[in-house]
């Protein structure tokens, strides 16, 4: 993996439902709503990320993963111009932007569809379709006309002045149509960093057979909230078992929130839980993501419906000034526990183990070398005293400042990270 990226901590962006964009594609002119985004690299920087992570801003026919040109600029976001001014501006302020590529399947709109090129997953007399969604059409992996597009158009983005590529549905695309492609263009950007959208499975295969550097840990962000709402932390424990094998041979790309799952603080049976999901996601290794909005403890249900993903990709503001006051205590909270993260940049990597485990306590060690953290999480309803030695070790992440006291007693419903003096 790049050295740049093991140090990436990403502000995770839906800008065309950060930007109010309309639901559908329309006739009328660009608007430049992309420029919007500016007004918020400080705020990402204040967080204490290191990049965007944007989903999908290229020129689709509803929400973006319906791409008819992956060389233009969404007209309902702007045009080449706005995005250069937002490369520009982030990279002014040492923000690295990583954009969404869609290439397992496209809208019936683009263009090579509608010429009727042979580049396309056939099923009886229609196209192979994406999850039974008709008007997403599946590409034709095996066909050298689309890897060879494919990486036209990373390129072309790379030359821009983009880091990176997340994949979006990378799990329906077969491992070695990345290792096709992905030669070429590492050549030519060797410091690319390249993310696949993996559900299950086996992602230490798929990340060797494809040549990624590193695939999404939804095994993690599941075990993470089943296991507070559930009181059931050998759930978490096991997970972690299987995290750190992957840490063996890539750090994957963690997240507690993302646009396509309900928001952390509406899946919480109990909101005194939300910073417990915050400390593992900061403590253990991988390249961390924060969905827009989560950092504002923001609410969303994702439906399986039309539209249903609505709730989880709405419009901010035009400033931060004018969000909600009520957002910014777990603002702060990202501020205290990412500046932690970023003082011990050797989690990226770090190894597990679970030092202490029951239904609802656990304490999990963090290590690499000679650096460790501890992570001792409670959610009964009782103070709760750890057998763990803390003998040496100090308070450098709690839900409030705490001066004093045993650290090895974490009150009810509450968390802390320990570290060596």
Request: hydrophobic share 40%.
């Amino acid at each position: 993996m790049t050295p740049w990226a093991e140090h990436a901590i990403w502000w995770h962006v839906y800008p065309l439902g950060f930007t109010g964009a309309p639901a559908a594609a329309t006739a009328e002119p660009a608007r430049h709503r992309l420029r919007q985004l500016e007004n918020w690299l400080d705020y990402a920087v204040e967080l204490g990320c290191s990049g965007l992570m944007l989903g999908p801003v290229f020129a689709a026919e509803t929400h973006g993963y319906d791409t008819v040109d992956h060389f233009r600029i969404d007209p309902r976001l702007g045009d080449d111009s706005d995005f250069d001014r937002l490369v520009a501006a982030a990279r002014g302020r040492g923000l690295r932007i990583v954009l969404d590529g869609v290439f397992n399947h496209v809208g019936r709109g683009f263009k090579p569809l509608v010429e009727g090129r042979r580049w396309f997953r056939r099923q009886g007399t229609d196209f192979e379709v994406f999850e039974g969604h008709r008007h997403l059409v599946k590409l034709d992996h095996e066909e050298p006309e689309v890897a060879q597009y494919v990486g036209e158009v990373l390129h072309h983005w790379l030359e821009r002045g983009v880091s990176g590529w997340r994949f979006d549905a990378t799990y329906a695309i077969p491992p070695e149509f990345w290792s096709r492609v992905l030669p070429a263009v590492r050549e030519k950007h060797p410091e690319a960093w390249f993310v696949g959208e993996v559900l299950h499975g086996d992602y230490a295969a798929y990340v060797e057979r494809s040549g990624l550097d590193t695939v999404t840990q939804y095994e993690l962000w599941k075990a993470i909230w089943s296991s507070l709402n559930d009181a059931n932390f050998f759930e978490l424990s096991w997970a972690l078992k299987r995290h750190d094998a992957l840490l063996e041979t890539f750090p994957p790309q963690t997240f507690i929130g993302n646009h396509d799952v309900t928001r952390l603080a509406s899946r919480l049976d109990d909101e005194r839980h939300f910073g417990h999901a915050l400390a593992l996601l900061l403590t253990v290794g991988g390249v961390p993501s924060v969905y827009y909005g989560d950092e504002q403890a923001f609410r969303g249900v994702k439906e399986e419906r039309e539209g249903g993903d609505d709730a989880v990709r709405p419009a901010f503001p035009g400033t931060p000034g004018e969000l909600a006051p009520y957002g910014w205590p777990t603002y702060r909270l990202h501020q205290r526990l990412i500046g932690m993260r970023r003082r011990h940049p050797w989690l990226v990597r770090a190894r597990t183990e679970v030092l202490h485990l029951t239904n609802r306590a656990v304490a999990v060690r963090s290590y690499a070398g000679e650096d460790e953290v501890l992570t001792l999480l409670n959610v009964g309803d009782e103070p709760y005293r750890f057998p763990v030695a803390t003998g040496g070790l100090t308070v450098i992440g709690a839900p409030v400042h705490a001066d004093g006291g045993d650290p090895a007693v974490v009150p009810g419903h509450s968390w802390v990270v320990l570290s060596p003096r």
